[in-house]
Nanobody
Framework: QVQLVESGGGLVQAGGSLRLSCAASGRTFSSYAMGWFRQAPGKEREFVAAISWSGSNTYYADSVKGRFTISRDNAKNTVYLQMNSLKPEDTAVYYC????????????????????WGQGTQVTVSS
C-alpha cells in the first residue's frame, strides 16, 4: 500500500513563500509521475502541478505558472512544491497524488489519472 504524507503548510502573508513536501512510501516512487492538487473552502479540488517520473518534465495550472515550482528527489522518495509570491486565493488544502500508471509519459491534470492521495496540508495566505 502506498502512503503519501504532505508537510510544510502553514500561515503566510501575501507575497511570501512556502515549500511543501510529500514523502512517499514504497520502492517504486521513481517510476511514477506525481501531482499536486488543492481544494479551497467551498470549491472543488483543482490541479496545481505535475512532474514526470524522471523529473525532466513538468506541467502547471495557469493560475500558478511562474510562481510555483514542482520538483522531486527520487533518492528520498519525496516530491516538493515551492510556492512563491503567494496570494490569498492560493489558500487551500494541498494534496499530493501518485499517477495511476508507471513510466507514464503523459502529464495530466485529470484527477482520475491519480491512484493514491495524501491527507493534505493546509496553506493559508493572509492579505
Amino acid at each position: 500500500q502506498v502512503q503519501l504524507v504532505e508537510s510544510g503548510g502553514g500561515l503566510v502573508q501575501a507575497g511570501g513563500s512556502l515549500r511543501l513536501s510529500c514523502a512517499a512510501s514504497g520502492r517504486t516512487f521513481s517510476s511514477y509521475a506525481m501531482g499536486w492538487f488543492r481544494q479551497a473552502p467551498g470549491k472543488e479540488r483543482e490541479f496545481v502541478a505535475a512532474i514526470s517520473w524522471s523529473g525532466s518534465n513538468t506541467y502547471y495550472a495557469d493560475s500558478v505558472k511562474g510562481r510555483f515550482t514542482i520538483s522531486r528527489d527520487n533518492a528520498k522518495n519525496t516530491v516538493y512544491l515551492q510556492m512563491n509570491s503567494l496570494k490569498p486565493e492560493d489558500t487551500a488544502v494541498y494534496y499530493c497524488a501518485r499517477h495511476l500508471n508507471p513510466m507514464s509519459m503523459v502529464l495530466t491534470s485529470h484527477q482520475i489519472s491519480y491512484a493514491y492521495w495524501g491527507q493534505g496540508t493546509q496553506v493559508t495566505v493572509s492579505s
